[in-house]
């Protein structure tokens, strides 16, 4: 029987020597008691103020606590990283990147909740984990849900997020069941983890609040110096750019 982790992390930062200093995840099986895993962890790369300001942890909460890979949640981990589980996380390029530092390989199926939420959810003015929280009334659930699952509800906390991310889900399955009946919602949130997305409106420069396509047939010229002369440019605003450019010819 397929098992479902649902992960999220806190780290000393968001940079490339950045460790994780918080690993949680809940573990889903029809038919089974959700397995709750939370710990703390120490780190030698120092907890940089920016992110203390997040998440809260201090450098005296994990001091003397085991490294990441020495807790119980990273054995246990390792035990479920199989073909036939399934990898659930807000924003997974994030956490996997961290994880990977910790020796971590992924086997298992991915599922992005943030990337199929700016699918099935594409008008929504943001695809945070803590603005579906509020947009969808998930904070009204929540204190049911941590009391019967034993965790406590902080934002920014990796257990907490781990919470509203197992609300959100169910309200994103249901979305996505919506938008494409007669499959399977679960490997169609597969599908579209690894599927580019068709930015509509430009978020910044001097295009900013402009129709994607409309910029197309106006200054084609500026959308093709995007493409050659951006070397950072977002993946899917490059595929939205060339699909939008061929459309305009």
């Known amino acids: ?31 089974e008691a959700v397995e709750v895993h939370n710990d703390f962890c120490s780190s030698e790369v120092p907890i940089g103020f920016g992110a203390m ?38 924003n997974a390029p994030f956490d996997i990147g961290m994880l990977e530092k910790e020796g971590f390989a992924l086997k298992m199926q991915l ?52 919470l509203t991310l197992k609300l959100f889900l169910t309200e994103l399955r249901k979305a996505v069941q919506e938008q494409f009946p007669g499959g399977n919602p679960v490997e169609k949130m597969v599908e579209l983890t690894t599927q580019p997305i068709f930015v509509k409106t430009f978020r910044f420069g001097k295009y900013k609040g402009r129709d994607l396509a409309d910029v197309a047939r106006e200054d084609a010229g500026y959308l093709r110096w995007m493409l050659t002369g951006m070397e950072s440019l977002d993946e899917d605003l490059r595929y939205s750019i060339n699909r939008v450019l061929g459309n305009a010819l």
């Open 53 to 90: 300001e997040v998440h809260n942890i201090t450098p005296e909460m994990i001091e003397g606590k085991p490294t990441c890979v020495e807790t119980a949640a990273y054995r246990r981990l390792l035990e479920l990283n199989t073909p036939d589980n399934y990898m659930i996380i807000h």
């Open 111 to 162: 599922i992005d909740t943030l990337r199929c939420a700016r699918h099935v959810f594409a008008d929504e003015e943001a695809h945070r984990l803590q603005y579906f929280r509020y947009r969808l009334g998930l904070y009204k659930l929540e204190t049911e849900e941590a009391k019967s699952l034993g965790v406590e509800i902080k934002a920014h906390d990796a257990i907490g997020d781990v």
């Open 1 to 31: 029987m397929a098992k479902y982790i649902l992960l999220d992390t806190e780290t000393t930062g968001a940079g490339e020597g950045d460790r994780i200093i918080q690993l949680g995840y809940f573990v889903l099986s029809p038919g």
